[in-house]
């Protein structure tokens, strides 16, 4: 009874913390300068501003279309182009004076560095979803920026940036889906709680069920031997959950590519990285910095061991990201077929192969969790193995000299 | 190609580490103790509920099995009781048949031999008592004879010789 109003509670309480997030507003913007292109209005918001205003006809530049919709951004944009329906999100900046907070909706949409926010005594720029402390005054191209060519001729800002730790649209749908996971995971808990155990799942629990005795099964305990995997159990099943909920999410148009970002898999691949190496018994370090080699080799064998602790979450980042990043530029590329064209023509062709990925993509999405999960349970597991043989001819080794 | 653009692709912002580093390590507490404790536990016990109630199914019919066994036992007992009984009242019947024959027989060799004792009696009786008879008969006739014959004395000679001589019995 008494968790029942704990669970309640904290359910309650992030409700509440995620509305107040949105409570900055749903935001729609009239750009101070209007345009008449409709096909290739995509395009508008991204591209620089002077290679586009003064051209008869916007050529797209689908590749770089396709890379800032798997990046993130400050505001969640819903739809529209010259008339941007976005839901703004709040910006939470660490400066040299302190934290700062105001509402994305107050760079008007602006993302080229051309809209100053005033907080505090501090000015913020916009520039591609990064935000920078603002110049004095503007450059040529109306942006509070000073800019640095680099080696393509490609102008970047070098002006300072405080610590950015706003509630991005990734950062927005991390806690949205932490909620959803949290009220549907604590609702089967309850309907357990309220049918009995000895009855059979109904609705949501039923098919929740064999997804948890599946990654308690197959992935748990047939990877953590030695009856240790209880424990890591929980963490197990919130990996492939998390992982699984935001993948399938990802594959909405108008959400966030959480888990295609490499800040999202960086994390997961720290954790597992400190779990590993929390769980490890002698016998791995023993591996890693007594290798069963002759000692002449320890100079070569230990840096490759020692590497080999942190290639595996490595991979186990890269492997995550690059397999929701891709799968994303493919559908938006073939989508964006029919823009580079220019012809409605092209859309059956872009449209059936978009599908055809999609539905790959949905399969990409169950697998890339239960691989992100089954390797984190296999390198704990492997952390953990008792090498006996092994321990026994590093003994002898270790003898010899 | 912007590579400005490129290269934020796989700069990780230190913003979505520091949330997701918060949202998850919070995730897996409060999911932890308010969901998947009681789901696996749930899980759990019914597992062992059912491999219980499977085990217990497996023993009861051990034990059908072995009552059956047992019933089947005694059936065989109870035939072979049943057998010896039929046999041993079969052995009694012919054994007080035959001893009944024998009896019947005793009585009826008994019986007969009195009879045949007591016929033997009675004709001796009744041959002494025709002797006897006939020894008065004969008397009787011998005294009207020797009436008659007496008168002379030859006669009467001849008469008593001839009649010693035809009485020669057996």
């Given at each position: 009874?008494?968790?029942?109003?704990?669970?309640?509670?904290?359910?309650?309480?992030f409700?509440?913390?995620?509305f107040?997030?949105?409570?900055?507003?749903?935001?729609?913007?009239?750009?101070?300068?209007?345009?008449?292109?409709?096909?290739?209005?995509?395009?508008?918001?991204?591209g620089p501003?002077?290679?586009?205003?003064?051209?008869?006809?916007k050529k797209?530049?689908m590749?770089?279309?396709?890379?800032?919709?798997v990046?993130?951004?400050?505001?969640?944009?819903?739809?529209?182009d010259?008339?941007?329906?976005?839901?703004?999100?709040?910006?939470i900046?660490?400066?040299?004076?302190?934290?700062?907070?105001?509402?994305?909706?107050?760079?008007?949409?602006?993302?080229h560095?051309?809209?100053?926010v005033?907080?505090?005594g501090?000015?913020?720029v916009?520039?591609?979803?990064?935000?920078?402390?603002?110049?004095e005054i503007?450059?040529?191209h109306?942006?509070?920026?000073?800019?640095?060519?680099?080696?393509?001729?490609?102008?970047?800002?070098?002006?300072?940036?405080?610590?950015?730790?706003?509630?991005?649209?990734?950062?927005?749908?991390?806690?949205?889906?932490?909620?959803?996971?949290?009220?549907?995971?604590?609702?089967?808990?309850?309907?357990?709680?309220?049918?009995?155990?000895?009855?059979?799942?109904?609705?949501k629990?039923?098919?929740m069920?064999?997804?948890?005795?599946?990654?308690?099964?197959e992935?748990?305990?047939?990877?953590?031997?030695?009856?240790?995997?209880?424990?890591?159990?929980?963490y197990?099943?919130t990996?492939?959950?998390?992982?699984?909920?935001?993948?399938?999410?990802?594959?909405?148009?108008?959400?966030?590519?959480l888990?295609?970002?490499?800040?999202?898999?960086?994390v997961l691949?720290?954790?597992?990285f400190?779990?590993?190496?929390?769980?490890?018994?002698?016998?791995?370090?023993g591996?890693?910095?007594?290798?069963?080699?002759?000692?002449?080799?320890?100079?070569?064998?230990i840096p490759?061991?020692?590497?080999?602790?942190?290639t595996?979450?490595?991979?186990?980042?890269i492997?995550?990201?690059?397999?929701?990043?891709?799968?994303?530029?493919?559908?938006?590329?073939?989508?964006?077929?029919?823009?580079?064209?220019e012809?409605?023509?092209?859309?059956p062709?872009?449209?059936?192969?978009?599908?055809?990925?999609?539905?790959?993509?949905?399969?990409?999405?169950?697998?890339?969790?239960?691989?992100?999960t089954?390797?984190t349970?296999l390198?704990?597991?492997?952390?953990?193995?008792?090498?006996?043989?092994?321990?026994?001819?590093?003994?002898?080794?270790?003898?010899?000299? | 190609?912007n590579?400005?653009?490129?290269?934020s692709?796989?700069?990780?912002?230190?913003?979505?580490?520091?949330?997701?580093g918060?949202?998850?390590?919070?995730?897996?507490?409060?999911?932890?103790?308010?969901?998947?404790?009681p789901?696996?536990?749930?899980?759990?016990?019914?597992?062992?509920?059912i491999?219980d109630a499977l085990?217990?199914?497996?023993?009861a019919?051990?034990?059908?099995?072995?009552?059956?066994?047992?019933?089947?036992?005694?059936?065989?007992?109870?035939?072979a009781?049943?057998d010896a009984?039929?046999k041993?009242?079969?052995?009694?019947k012919?054994?007080?048949?035959?001893?009944?024959?024998?009896?019947?027989?005793?009585?009826?060799?008994r019986?007969?031999?009195?009879?045949?004792?007591?016929?033997?009696?009675?004709?001796?009786?009744?041959?002494?008592?025709?002797?006897?008879?006939?020894?008065?008969?004969?008397?009787?006739?011998?005294?009207?004879?020797l009436?008659?014959?007496?008168?002379?004395?030859?006669?009467?000679?001849?008469?008593?010789?001839?009649?010693?001589?035809?009485?020669?019995f057996?």
């Amino acid at each position: 009874m008494s968790s029942k109003i704990n669970t309640s509670g904290i359910s309650h309480f992030f409700l509440a913390i995620f509305f107040t997030l949105f409570t900055f507003g749903l935001s729609a913007e009239n750009p101070e300068h209007g345009h008449d292109t409709v096909a290739v209005a995509m395009a508008e918001n991204h591209g620089p501003a002077t290679e586009n205003q003064n051209a008869p006809h916007k050529k797209v530049n689908m590749a770089e279309i396709a890379i800032e919709h798997v990046l993130d951004s400050h505001s969640w944009h819903l739809w529209g182009d010259e008339h941007p329906v976005s839901i703004s999100l709040p910006v939470i900046l660490k400066t040299n004076k302190g934290l700062v907070y105001f509402s994305s909706g107050e760079f008007k949409h602006d993302v080229h560095g051309k809209v100053v926010v005033e907080k505090n005594g501090e000015r913020f720029v916009n520039f591609e979803e990064d935000i920078y402390y603002a110049s004095e005054i503007a450059n040529e191209h109306g942006q509070f920026l000073e800019t640095h060519l680099n080696a393509k001729g490609k102008s970047h800002p070098i002006n300072e940036k405080p610590l950015d730790f706003s509630i991005t649209k990734n950062v927005a749908q991390l806690l949205f889906s932490a909620l959803i996971l949290i009220l549907l995971f604590t609702s089967i808990a309850r309907a357990y709680k309220k049918t009995g155990v000895t009855s059979a799942p109904t609705g949501k629990q039923s098919f929740m069920e064999p997804l948890i005795v599946f990654v308690r099964d197959e992935i748990a305990k047939s990877n953590i031997g030695g009856g240790k995997h209880e424990k890591y159990v929980p963490y197990l099943l919130t990996v492939f959950f998390l992982i699984l909920i935001n993948n399938i999410l990802g594959l909405i148009p108008i959400s966030a590519n959480l888990t295609g970002n490499i800040a999202f898999t960086f994390v997961l691949a720290i954790i597992t990285f400190i779990v590993t190496s929390f769980s490890a018994n002698k016998h791995y370090w023993g591996h890693i910095f007594m290798p069963p080699a002759p000692k002449a080799l320890y100079p070569i064998l230990i840096p490759l061991e020692f590497l080999g602790i942190f290639t595996k979450p490595f991979a186990l980042m890269i492997r995550l990201f690059a397999n929701m990043t891709a799968g994303h530029i493919i559908v938006i590329s073939l989508v964006g077929l029919i823009f580079t064209f220019e012809s409605y023509l092209v859309s059956p062709i872009a449209v059936g192969f978009a599908l055809f990925i999609d539905v790959l993509e949905c399969l990409v999405a169950l697998l890339q969790a239960y691989i992100f999960t089954l390797l984190t349970a296999l390198f704990i597991g492997s952390a953990m193995v008792d090498h006996h043989e092994e321990s026994h001819e590093g003994e002898k080794a270790s003898a010899h000299h | 190609m912007n590579l400005f653009i490129l290269g934020s692709l796989i700069t990780p912002g230190i913003g979505l580490i520091f949330w997701t580093g918060v949202v998850f390590l919070l995730l897996v507490g409060i999911l932890g103790k308010f969901a998947w404790k009681p789901i696996l536990n749930s899980i759990k016990t019914r597992e062992q509920g059912i491999e219980d109630a499977l085990k217990s199914a497996e023993r009861a019919l051990n034990d059908m099995r072995e009552l059956q066994s047992n019933n089947e036992k005694i059936m065989n007992d109870a035939r072979a009781e049943r057998d010896a009984m039929l046999k041993e009242a079969r052995e009694t019947k012919d054994s007080i048949v035959a001893e009944a024959k024998q009896k019947a027989q005793a009585d009826a060799d008994r019986i007969l031999s009195g009879a045949r004792e007591q016929i033997t009696a009675e004709k001796n009786a009744a041959v002494a008592e025709i002797k006897n008879q006939v020894a008065v008969l004969s008397i009787e006739i011998a005294e009207k004879i020797l009436k008659a014959e007496l008168s002379n004395d030859d006669k009467q000679k001849a008469l008593v010789t001839n009649l010693v001589k035809d009485l020669n019995f057996n």
